[in-house]
């Protein structure tokens, strides 16, 4: 079947994302609900392990990235079969890496709990997530690059469709697993982290539906010249991933001194994400579709349209951050109170917003700028300019 590329707006690509990161806002908050109220130690290892886990994350996406930049721009060229065959091999690598990343994981979790003053009364928790997670690894490499595929095809409402019916799925199937509720046993962390794996196996056989129906394609056979194209990929993926790589290792160590204060330090942490995850999953929606029309322009030759978009998408976006960044300090209370009542944790994560008022925007214009370069192929500057600012200041 033969599916006619359509180049589509900014609205139309990321109004289903945006809604998909409506929906994924809300489950995080609820996530974290759930676990502070069954046991405030299981939410304590959960933060503390995803943590450790966003590195693997980070590195499983790593042909995602490339994959972005080189199907907009051949869609924008309108050279909608090359765009399809990269698609191919960023999947099938994906996954090919997501199962080195699980070994690496599966061999190396007590030194990396270790690594990460890890306290003692969480510490089997916390190995017990990171396993189980670790074999999910395997299939977040291959959801990555289909988002990414959707994404650069503009068709974004399956993502929302599908990630709507996924999410709501995980709540009820972790807190059945949690508490046992509705005749299922309970299984504590085992729950929290099953339910991952569950739900992530089932979002990979629903995505190699509509890549299927949507972008008529297919993985059935080996891409041609396979290992020139990873490498091809790798080469405008590597600069980003190591920028967000060397970003979450300094995450590390800061939770390194985190965790050596205790738990309720920790969790201080966890809840003061939750909120302000809020806005970067929202600012991330809004870059990726930003990132998307900037390489349509960018395989068009349509240089100053593309340096009039970016400009533009970051100065918006970057002043929605600081008054949504604002509105959530002025009401943190109510919607903290649902998750912790501990005084001590609600006024540590008062000031923590407080910062984030000038942080966030700042963070926000940096993102889409950055990937509007990406979707350029100017990713190197950029990318030595944060590790340098990461390193030398933070």
Not at 186 to 203: D, H
Request: charged fraction near 10%; glycine fraction near 8%.
């Amino acid at each position: 079947m033969s599916k006619d590329f359509e180049r589509k707006s900014l609205f139309r690509i990321t109004y289903p994302l945006f809604l998909y990161a409506m929906v994924t806002v809300a489950v995080t908050f609820a996530d974290t609900a759930i676990l502070s109220n069954y046991d405030e130690n299981l939410t304590a290892a959960v933060s503390l392990a995803n943590q450790i886990l966003g590195v693997a994350y980070d590195l499983s996406a790593l042909l995602s990235v490339g994959a972005l930049v080189l199907i907009s721009q051949y869609l924008g060229r309108d050279e909608v079969d090359r765009a399809r065959d990269i698609a191919k091999v960023a999947l099938l690598g994906g996954m090919a890496l997501g199962l080195l990343i699980t070994g690496g994981l599966v061999l190396g979790a007590r030194s990396f709990a270790g690594w990460v003053n890890t306290p003692a009364e969480i510490l089997p928790d916390v190995l017990i997530y990171i396993y189980i997670i670790a074999t999910a690894l395997v299939f977040h490499g291959f959801i990555m690059s289909a988002q990414v595929t959707l994404t650069g095809f503009g068709r974004t409402l399956p993502i929302l469709t599908i990630g709507v019916v996924a999410n709501f799925v995980y709540l009820g199937l972790e807190y059945a697993l949690i508490y046992g509720a509705w005749g299922m046993p309970e299984m504590g962390v085992y729950g929290a982290a099953l339910s991952t794996v569950i739900v992530r196996g089932g979002t990979l056989v629903l995505l190699l539906v509509v890549l299927w129906r949507v972008c008529d394609l297919s993985l059935a056979g080996w891409p041609v010249n396979f290992r020139s194209q990873v490498v091809r990929i790798l080469k405008i993926s590597y600069p980003s991933v190591a920028e967000t790589l060397a970003y979450n290792l300094y995450q590390l160590a800061v939770v390194s001194m985190i965790a050596a204060l205790g738990v309720s330090a920790v969790l201080t942490r966890s809840y003061a994400l939750t909120l302000t995850q809020i806005l970067i999953i929202i600012t991330f929606v809004i870059s990726h579709g930003n990132q998307v029309l900037v390489g349509y322009d960018k395989g068009a030759g349509e240089n100053e349209a593309a340096l009039r978009r970016g400009q533009r998408t970051a100065l918006i976006t970057g002043a929605f951050a600081m008054g949504a960044t604002m509105l959530f300090y002025l009401i943190h209370e109510p919607l903290l109170g649902i998750l912790t009542q501990d005084p001590e944790i609600l006024s540590s994560i008062a000031a923590i917003l407080l910062l984030q008022v000038f942080v966030m925007p700042l963070r926000t214009v940096n993102l889409i700028l950055f990937n509007s370069l990406k979707a350029c192929g100017d990713v190197n500057r950029p990318v030595i300019a944060s590790l340098l600012l990461t390193f030398g200041i933070a």
